[in-house]
Structure formats: structure tokens, C-alpha cells
């Protein structure tokens, strides 16, 4: 373990020296929570109040979701990933004695962690300053322990998918094929668009159970107060579950992958 907690200092180091992308990014977090926030207000003023969130509830789901979008993003984030895969340097990485999976989703996670540290706290004091209904609701001592463990359970998932799709560049010439279908088929199951209680009760029950929720809609729901009690602990124990299929499902085909694998060069 300690191979892998050097790997994330170092990669957490490396992520918090860009103050200026950092400063862009969080007036541009700012103003889309914003417009989001203005575009549910006047769905729920058309909508009559019948819907499974109340205003104040998705206020403070879009902006949490806006302060830790980074966390939870599962496409991009990992170049030097995808460039150690292109120009044959993971040859490299192969003779390191750690295992190649291992290595990636500890990447993983820094390269989603580092950021969100230097951005998240500028956007919650900002949206904590608002006037009402647009405010962040501060959660209760429970409701606030719940999330912070939802959230580093979709941090890992988001990972062990991110893996995933690194994977299929070994069976690909370009990634950019499977970053397109990625990130529109996660960014809507996952409640990035649209917050799942939006949904069709239908379409709803089926999603909530996929493992893209997981990556993001259940903390959210959980800050917001959509989600508590049992219903809360349950999805935190699809949480697990996903996780665990998901790492054992990168394990299994990163291995079945690297016994394929050419490097020519020298």
C-alpha cells in the first residue's frame, strides 16, 4: 500500500500546481449552477409543485454536484493514461514492481481528487451565501457523515469505470469513440443532466440500480435530503457492490488484456 499512497501524494501534488485553470474553473461552476438553478425554478413554477424534489432540494443537489463535478467525472481526466497507451510507454509501467490496474486507479482517483480540493470550497461558500431558495442546505451531523462516505465510494467507482474504459484503448486505435458514448450514456444515467427523481417512475427504478448512479446521483440525493435513512444506506450498499464488481471486472480483463499485448520499439 505504501507504493500506491506515494503515487497519490505525487499525483495529488502535481494537480494542485495549476491555480489559474483552477481560479476558470470555478467561475465556470458558478455560472452553470446558476443557469441550472434558474431553469428548475421555472420548472417548478410551470410544474405546480408535482415533482419528487422540492426547489430548495435541487438547488443544493446542483450545487454540491457543481462543487465535486470533478470527483465525479468518469471521462477525461487521466491523459497521461491514454498517452502512455498510444506512444507504447506503458511498457514501462508493466515492469514496475506494482500491479498495472492498481496503478491506474490510484491515478485515477488523484487525478479527480487533486482538483476538486482546490475548487470545491470556493463554490459552497459562494452558494451557502445565497438568499432563499437558492441557498445550500446544510445537512444534519448524520445526513453530512452519509455523504462524505457516499462520496468517497463514488470517487472509487468512478475510477474502477475509468479503468475500464482505458482498457479498451489497447483494443482501439482512439479513445474518442468511447469517451463520446461515455459521457453521454453517464452523464444521463448517472443524474448529471437530469436529477434521477426527474425521471419517469419507470425509467427511474430501473436506473437507480445501475451502476451509474452510483458514481454520482447517490451522494447528491443524500446531501440534498432526498435521500435518507434506510433508503440512503441501501444505495450506499449498491455503492459497495458496483465497486466491487466493477474492480473485479478490471482486474479479470486487465489481465486477459496484457497477455495480447505488443510493444514494438525499443
Known amino acids: 500500500m505504501k507504493s500506491y499512497l506515494s503515487l497519490f501524494r505525487i499525483r495529488m501534488i502535481n494537480g494542485l500546481q495549476y491555480r489559474a485553470v483552477a481560479l476558470g474553473a470555478i467561475l465556470t461552476r458558478f455560472c452553470w449552477a446558476f443557469m441550472e438553478i434558474l431553469a428548475f425554478l421555472a ?6 409543485g408535482s ?20 470527483m465525479y467525472n468518469v471521462i477525461d481526466g487521466d491523459p497521461e493514461i491514454e498517452a502512455s497507451i498510444n506512444d507504447g510507454s506503458v511498457a514501462y509501467e508493466l515492469v514496475r514492481p506494482m500491479s498495472l490496474y492498481g496503478n491506474w486507479f490510484t ?22 451565501c445565497m438568499p432563499e431558495p437558492y441557498r445550500l442546505r446544510v445537512p444534519g451531523a448524520a445526513d453530512a457523515a452519509l455523504f462524505l462516505v457516499s462520496t468517497a465510494l463514488a470517487l472509487a467507482v468512478s475510477g474502477a469505470i475509468a479503468v475500464l474504459m482505458h482498457i479498451t484503448m489497447f483494443y482501439t486505435t482512439s ?24 425521471f419517469p417512475e419507470g425509467l427511474r427504478r ?6 451509474f448512479a452510483a458514481t ?7 446531501y440534498s435530503g ?28 486487465m489481465g486477459k488484456t496484457l497477455k495480447r499485448v505488443v510493444v514494438q520499439g525499443g
Open 107 to 128: 491515478q485515477c482517483l488523484a487525478n479527480r481528487f487533486a482538483p476538486t480540493a482546490i475548487n470545491c470550497l470556493p463554490v459552497l461558500v459562494i452558494a451557502l
Open 175 to 198: 479513445q474518442r469513440g468511447v469517451k463520446i458514448i461515455g459521457r453521454a450514456v453517464v452523464g444521463f444515467f448517472a443524474g448529471s443532466l437530469i436529477p434521477l427523481p426527474y
Open 43 to 48: 420548472l417548478h413554477r410551470s410544474g405546480g
Open 226 to 253: 432526498s435521500l435518507a435513512g434506510r433508503d440512503a444506506v441501501c444505495a450506499m450498499g449498491l455503492q459497495v457492490f458496483w465497486l466491487a464488481v466493477l474492480a473485479g471486472m478490471g482486474c479479470w480483463v
Open 216 to 222: 454520482q446521483s447517490t451522494p447528491l440525493l443524500i
Open 51 to 70: 415533482f419528487a424534489m422540492t426547489f430548495s432540494q435541487t438547488a443544493s443537489y446542483i450545487w454540491i454536484q457543481q462543487a465535486f463535478i470533478l
Open 206 to 211: 430501473v436506473v437507480q440500480f445501475l451502476p
